[in-house]
């Protein structure tokens, strides 16, 4: 038995088809990660595994239960972070962690929980006096009271500064490192390529890609490519005077050229040398994450900048 | 199945939260007694009591030199009613009144004595206000005197005479009645206004969601709550009748008979405030909904005036208000003494109170369809 088996889920709000039949398994250990822009369905896909919402069709097994049916049952043994994590205001997350360990029924050591969470020097400090980071540490200290083997962390990092992340990060790869099975949701691309195993990229209610990012970038990156600095111009002179397809990236001021062959570089380069134009900086790169997200999302996300690239010979993918 | 433990857990997490919020001791503790001592000083004395009154004295007297009218105004500024401020005779009395903003005066005529002396009928002339209370005891004072000297004209006593009680045994004070009410005012909006609150802001907060991802229940967690509203209420219940005794010498019965009122109060209007919280959709509209609901019953349901004091069609609404079971509850131990009145109440509230908390409990989603 798979810690998570999910086959053709969906779930409608109304008209909007929040998920529609995604399928995909977890295996026990891995760190599994949904990525996706706003709106893409990962917390729905989420909270559904979680027990915190219904679906209205496909199966989902989370160690083996029901998440709806089950879900007292199933909460016992899983541990959650909801996305934007709150608490009683006026408690402590020493206290806060004593309660949920009276809840669960169980024994705990507090001061070992926050160790583990990197949270105690404020172990003493009211929720509402802590830092976003530390909110979510707090989260996750009392996701760990019940010493659950599968964690459900809906962006644990969202709105969070650089330093706050890599300290979740932290935590997150020392539970990783104890074993625990791990999802988690994001919309940042180097929080998926340094947390996760593998990732499924969501996209309007559906999976549009999953494996490990390497994979993935292999199955929709495309090849190397040259890139100059300059304009437009140069750009047409280039397309005009040589065999290449050339595209121009207008926000970065930039010519792209995919190379077929290491050669097509130097006819490039010749071109652009004989057009007479500026041209700067060049650099040859093949597809990152990012490239490939953007070629697979039907929306670049721009939330907190991760991603805002417009390429203009590469037509925005339609539904 | 609920779980005792996990009451405990929930109960203590949260009375520390509301003992670290000064904001809420203020309201569940200190409110009440203020207003207590506010108004148990409106209305228990502190002034003379007296009302100010103008006096215009027009008589000429006799050819002796006695001067009637100067009696008169005299008797009635004994009286321990009224106080009179005489007027010289040659103002215009109603510009001078109006002068200084006053609705209230009297005027002897120039012919009372000669009048009065020669058994001639005379009038004295009373100004007022037919809307404020004082004028009608100043009219009233002035017939009384002007009985008295009728009577003393003619030598004769009176037959009919009057002593003042009320309905209980000993001598009650307005104080007496208004600690009932104002138990019950604070009864009725401490844990309703933070019930509508709390709930309204944990379903935004998704702060439900994640206790829904423990094993606490709906109904350990609304039961954590309305524990701790009995014993704020208990808390405030002692405070207020402490500070009514020994700051304004109230007398009330305390019994056994009051704890009911003190446990199911707070238990049916903590599941009304979570019960308003949990229909409506956010905060605002929760708070509003809750207004409508906590405002008639504040002021209709017998907790700063008796009801006996409104109109009909508004004396039958009050029946319909939670609140005023548990005022005349109150009152029918603290103040009458009539026990079998106040179990009639109980039953009423024991009734409403399960019907609202399996509502509550029944609309209250912890987790989202």
Same mark, same amino acid.
């Given at each position: 038995?798979?810690?998570?088996? &999910? /086959?053709?889920?969906?779930?409608?709000?109304?008209?909007?088809?929040?998920? $529609?039949?995604?399928?995909?398994?977890?295996?026990?250990?891995?760190?599994?990660g949904?990525l996706g822009p706003?709106?893409?369905?990962?917390?729905?896909?989420?909270?559904?595994?979680?027990?915190?919402?219904?679906?209205?069709?496909?199966?989902?097994?989370?160690?083996?239960?029901? #998440?709806?049916?089950?879900?007292?049952?199933?909460?016992?043994?899983?541990?959650?972070?909801?996305?934007?994590?709150?608490?009683?205001?006026?408690?402590? #997350?020493?206290?806060?962690?004593?309660?949920?360990?009276?809840?669960?029924? &169980?024994?705990?050591?507090?001061?070992?929980?926050?160790?583990?969470?990197?949270?105690?020097?404020?172990?003493?400090?009211?929720?509402?006096?802590? /830092?976003?980071?530390?909110?979510?540490?707090?989260?996750?200290?009392?996701?760990?009271?019940?010493?659950?083997?599968?964690?459900?962390?809906?962006?644990?990092?969202?709105?969070?500064?650089?330093?706050?992340?890599?300290?979740?990060?932290?935590?997150?790869?020392?539970?990783?490192?104890?074993?625990?099975?791990?999802?988690?949701?994001t919309h940042y691309l180097d929080e998926a390529q340094q947390?996760c195993?593998?990732v499924?990229i969501?996209d309007?209610?559906?999976?549009v890609a999953?494996?490990?990012t390497e994979?993935i970038i292999?199955?929709h990156g495309s090849?190397?490519r040259?890139e100059?600095? !300059?304009?437009?111009?140069?750009?047409?002179?280039?397309?005009?005077?040589?065999?290449? *397809?050339?595209?121009?990236n207008?926000a970065r001021?930039e010519?792209l050229?995919?190379?077929?062959?290491?050669?097509?570089?130097?006819?490039?380069?010749?071109?652009?040398?004989?057009?007479?134009?500026?041209?700067?900086?060049? *650099?040859?790169r093949q597809d990152s994450l990012d490239d490939v997200f953007v070629k697979l999302v039907?929306e670049p996300i721009g939330e907190q900048g991760e991603i805002a690239i417009e390429y203009?010979?590469k037509?925005?993918?339609?539904? | 199945?609920?779980?005792?433990?996990?009451?405990?857990?929930?109960?203590?997490?949260?009375?520390?939260?509301?003992?670290?919020?000064?904001?809420?001791?203020?309201?569940?503790?200190?409110? #009440?007694?203020?207003?207590?001592?506010?108004?148990?000083?409106?209305?228990?004395?502190? /002034?003379? !009591?007296?009302?100010?009154?103008?006096?215009?004295?027009?008589?000429?007297?006799?050819?002796?030199?006695?001067?009637?009218?100067?009696?008169?105004?005299?008797?009635?500024?004994?009286?321990?009613?009224?106080?009179?401020?005489?007027?010289?005779?040659?103002?215009?009395?109603?510009?001078?009144?109006?002068?200084?903003?006053?609705?209230?005066?009297?005027?002897?005529? *120039?012919?009372?004595?000669?009048?009065?002396?020669?058994?001639?009928?005379?009038?004295?002339?009373?100004?007022?206000? #037919?809307?404020?209370?004082?004028?009608?005891?100043?009219?009233?004072?002035?017939?009384?005197?002007?009985?008295?000297?009728?009577?003393?004209?003619?030598?004769?006593?009176?037959?009919?005479?009057?002593?003042?009680?009320?309905?209980?045994?000993?001598?009650?004070?307005?104080?007496?009645?208004?600690?009932?009410?104002?138990?019950?005012?604070?009864?009725?909006?401490?844990?309703?206004?933070?019930? &509508?609150? +709390?709930?309204?802001?944990?379903?935004?907060?998704?702060?439900?969601?994640?206790?829904?991802?423990?094993?606490?229940?709906?109904?350990?967690?609304?039961?954590?709550?309305?524990?701790?509203?009995?014993?704020?209420?208990?808390?405030?219940?002692?405070?207020?009748?402490?500070?009514?005794?020994?700051?304004?010498?109230?007398?009330?019965?305390?019994?056994?008979?009051? +704890?009911?009122?003190?446990?199911?109060?707070?238990?049916?209007?903590?599941?009304?405030?979570?019960?308003?919280?949990?229909?409506?959709?956010?905060?605002?509209?929760?708070?509003? @909904?809750?207004?409508?609901?906590?405002?008639?019953?504040?002021?209709?349901?017998?907790?700063?005036?008796?009801?006996?004091?409104?109109?009909?069609?508004?004396?039958?609404?009050?029946?319909?208000?939670?609140?005023?079971?548990?005022?005349?509850?109150?009152?029918?131990?603290?103040?009458?003494?009539?026990?079998?009145?106040?179990?009639?109440? @109980?039953?009423?509230?024991?009734? @409403?109170?399960?019907?609202?908390?399996?509502?509550?409990?029944?609309?209250?989603?912890?987790?989202? $369809?």
């Open positions: 038995m798979l810690p998570i088996e &999910v /086959s053709k889920l969906q779930k409608n709000y109304g008209t909007l088809k929040a998920v $529609d039949g995604i399928s995909f398994n977890v295996k026990g250990g891995e760190v599994f949904l706003n709106g893409a369905g990962k917390t729905t896909t989420i909270e559904i595994m979680e027990g915190l919402r219904a679906r209205d069709d496909g199966d989902v097994k989370v160690l083996g239960l029901d #998440p709806w049916k089950k879900g007292y049952e199933l909460h016992k043994k899983i541990g959650v972070i909801p996305q934007e994590f709150t608490f009683i205001e006026k408690t402590t #997350p020493r206290e806060a962690i004593i309660y949920y360990a009276d809840l669960f029924n &169980v024994k705990v050591n507090p001061d070992e929980i926050l160790k583990e969470v990197l949270l105690e020097e404020s172990a003493k400090t009211y929720f509402e006096d802590l /830092s976003g980071g530390q909110k979510r540490k707090t989260g996750l200290a009392l996701s760990l009271v019940n010493t659950p083997e599968l964690l459900f962390l809906d962006e644990p990092t969202t709105g969070l500064d650089p330093n706050a992340r890599r300290a979740i990060w932290d935590v997150i790869r020392g539970l990783k490192a104890k074993g625990k099975t791990i999802i988690l949701t947390l195993d593998r499924a969501m309007h209610g559906h999976i999953m494996g490990t994979e292999q199955e090849g190397e040259l100059i600095h !300059g304009n437009e111009k140069l750009a047409e002179y280039i397309r005009a005077n040589t065999e290449l *397809q050339v595209d121009y207008k001021g010519v050229i995919p190379l077929k062959k290491k050669i097509d570089a130097l006819a490039a380069l010749a071109a652009a040398e004989q057009s007479g134009m500026d041209w700067g900086q060049i *650099q040859t039907s203009s010979g037509k925005k993918r339609g539904r | 199945m609920v779980n005792a433990k996990r009451i405990f857990a929930d109960f203590k997490v949260f009375s520390r939260g509301y003992l670290r919020n000064k904001f809420g001791l203020f309201f569940g503790l200190i409110f #009440p007694v203020i207003l207590i001592l506010i108004f148990g000083a409106i209305f228990s004395g502190g /002034s003379s !009591g007296e009302i100010s009154v103008y006096a215009q004295n027009q008589d000429a007297g006799l050819p002796d030199g006695r001067n009637i009218g100067s009696s008169f105004l005299t008797a009635l500024n004994e009286s321990g009613t009224l106080k009179v401020i005489t007027v010289d005779p040659m103002v215009n009395f109603t510009k001078y009144l109006a002068d200084h903003s006053s609705s209230d005066g009297i005027i002897i005529p *120039q012919n009372f004595s000669a009048s009065y002396v020669t058994e001639q009928s005379v009038n004295i002339t009373v100004y007022g206000n #037919p809307t404020s209370s004082s004028s009608g005891i100043v009219s009233g004072t002035v017939g009384g005197f002007a009985n008295y000297f009728n009577l003393q004209r003619f030598n004769a006593t009176s037959v009919i005479g009057m002593t003042s009680a009320t309905v209980n045994t000993q001598q009650t004070k307005y104080i007496d009645f208004l600690i009932p009410g104002l138990i019950g005012f604070s009864i009725l909006t401490s844990p309703m206004f933070s019930l &509508v609150n +709390i709930s309204s802001e944990y379903k935004k907060n998704k702060l439900f969601k994640q206790l829904s991802l423990t094993p606490l229940t709906k109904i350990e967690w609304l039961t954590s709550k309305m524990l701790f509203y009995v014993v704020l209420t208990i808390a405030g219940f002692l405070l207020m009748v402490g500070v009514g005794v020994f700051a304004f010498d109230a007398t009330v019965a305390l019994n056994i008979w009051l +704890i009911p009122f003190l446990v199911l109060g707070p238990m049916l209007f903590a599941a009304l405030g979570m019960l308003v919280g949990t229909v409506t959709k956010n905060p605002e509209t929760a708070g509003v @909904i809750g207004n409508i609901v906590t405002f008639p019953m504040m002021f209709l349901a017998g907790t700063f005036f008796p009801i006996s004091a409104m109109p009909e069609y508004l004396q039958s609404f009050a029946h319909v208000l939670p609140l005023f079971y548990i005022t005349e509850g109150l009152n029918n131990v603290m103040v009458y003494g009539n026990i079998s009145g106040a179990i009639v109440d @109980i039953a009423v509230i024991a009734v @409403i109170t399960a019907i609202i908390f399996v509502l509550a409990v029944k609309l209250f989603k912890w987790r989202e $369809d």
